[in-house]
């Protein structure tokens, strides 16, 4: 599947959560926010990254494939997710979003929203997740589900 095909998939499962769980996102202009697709193994490896993230990170998507996205989090957040036992809480349920900072290509962080869905294999296991990351060019909170 093209990068396109890919990012928009994800959106529209997305979206279908949104709208499932009546969800509401406030109206940002588009020239605000970025986004990009993600995907990840059981084991937090970034097993797709969608080109995009050069924009805001700074990265090219071959130089983060097959690490970890918990190498990319701020101390703090990963903490968070880790004392919240987030993985748990992410099988439970169909969507999960979550705000957090990411560590940029020059070292400093960045304020996003990660957005996601589970995958599971054909025995109904997860086996990752993919979504997307929205990034604001101002404040995430802005942008933020409530």
């Not at 202009?29 to 050069?54: F, H, L, Q, T």
């Not at 992410?90 to 969507?95: P, R």
């Not at 990351?133 to 589900?145: C, E, F, G, H, P």
Request: net charge negative; hydrophobic share 35%; glycine share 6%.
């Amino acid at each position: 599947m093209d990068n396109i095909a890919k990012l928009y998939s994800f959106q529209k499962r997305i979206n279908s959560e949104i709208l499932k769980n009546n969800l509401q996102i406030p109206r940002t202009p588009d020239d605000k926010i970025e986004c990009w697709g993600w995907e990840i193994n059981y084991d937090a490896e970034i097993v797709y990254i969608s080109p995009m993230i050069r924009n805001l990170l700074g990265y090219n998507p071959n130089e983060i494939l097959f690490h970890s996205f918990n190498e990319f989090l701020s101390d703090e957040d990963l903490k968070n997710l880790q004392d919240q036992n987030i993985r748990q809480d992410f099988e439970k349920s169909d969507y999960f979003s979550f705000p957090a900072k990411i560590k940029k290509k020059n070292g400093s962080y960045i304020k996003i929203e990660v957005n996601g869905l589970g995958v599971f294999d054909e025995n109904g296991n997860i086996c990752g997740y993919e979504g997307i990351v929205i990034a604001s060019k101002d404040d995430i909170t802005k942008i933020r589900l409530s």
